[in-house]
């Protein structure tokens, strides 16, 4: 039972249009997410997170949005460059233990075109 | 600062062969992690360790072991390899708060024939 998920497998997008990453969850005691790229060849590396009591947080071109009611986020990145190419995680921290514990969504892998 | 580091980069395992994956980081930070990552699966758990001497299971571990010695090391284990276990495995760490990032490694692949 996948507790995150990542419905789109890929997604491209012409160079300085938006990008729309979407992520659903499943456990509604997550609360607080994490959003991770990953380059071919390299490890994931953070990028942005949101905490349960915003609906939004920006980081230059990149914002995630919540919407706790539906459990859903969405990563928008504007305007996209071609640098953005990669797969993109979302991930939520497991809430019943003391690990720390990431549970991760199956990526999807955007295409930024020239 | 190196970060994360995973040795080997690469390897190729014979069914029933074992190996260790190592996992070394310099940020003093308590907790590590291995996570198996397949196509179209995300990063799963394998183990992890929330100081020195600490170990647990994560979400997969059946076929792995793991040993955190020294709080900088982490090794992953295959007793005896199995083509299932042809996966990128990645180490991570954590300071260990509820929520803080973890950093991960570059991976290592492998592959058993």
């Known amino acids: 039972d996948q507790q995150v998920k990542q419905n789109s497998p890929s997604l491209s997008v012409q160079e300085g249009r938006i990008s729309i990453l979407n992520c659903d969850y499943t456990?509604?005691?997550?609360?607080?997410f994490l959003w991770y790229k990953k380059y071919p060849a390299e490890g994931p590396t953070f990028l942005i997170s949101i905490s349960s009591i915003k609906d939004k947080n920006e980081d230059g071109r990149f914002t995630v949005f919540l919407n706790k009611s539906a459990k859903h986020l969405s990563l928008h990145i504007v305007p996209s460059q071609p640098g953005d190419s990669a797969v993109y995680f979302c991930a939520a921290p497991n809430t019943n233990n003391a690990g720390n514990m990431l549970t991760f969504g199956g990526g999807t892998r955007l295409m930024v075109k020239p | 600062n190196a970060g994360v580091t995973q040795t080997p980069k690469f390897r190729v395992l014979k069914t029933g062969q074992s190996m260790t994956l190592l996992c070394a980081q310099d940020m003093n930070h308590e907790y590590m992690y291995w996570y198996r990552q397949d196509p179209g699966m995300g990063l799963r758990l394998i183990h992890y360790?929330?100081?020195?001497?600490?170990?647990a299971k994560g979400e997969v571990p059946d076929g792995y072991n793991v040993s955190r010695l020294k709080k900088q090391n982490f090794l992953l284990g295959l007793e005896s390899a199995a083509p299932s276990q042809t996966s990128v495995y990645f180490c991570?760490?954590?300071?260990?708060?509820?929520?803080?990032?973890?950093?991960f490694g570059p991976g290592t692949r492998l592959t058993v024939t």
């Open positions: 991570a760490s954590s300071y260990g708060t509820g929520g803080s990032e973890q950093y």
């Open positions: 456990n509604s005691m997550f609360d607080y």
């Open positions: 360790s929330v100081g020195e001497g600490t170990t």
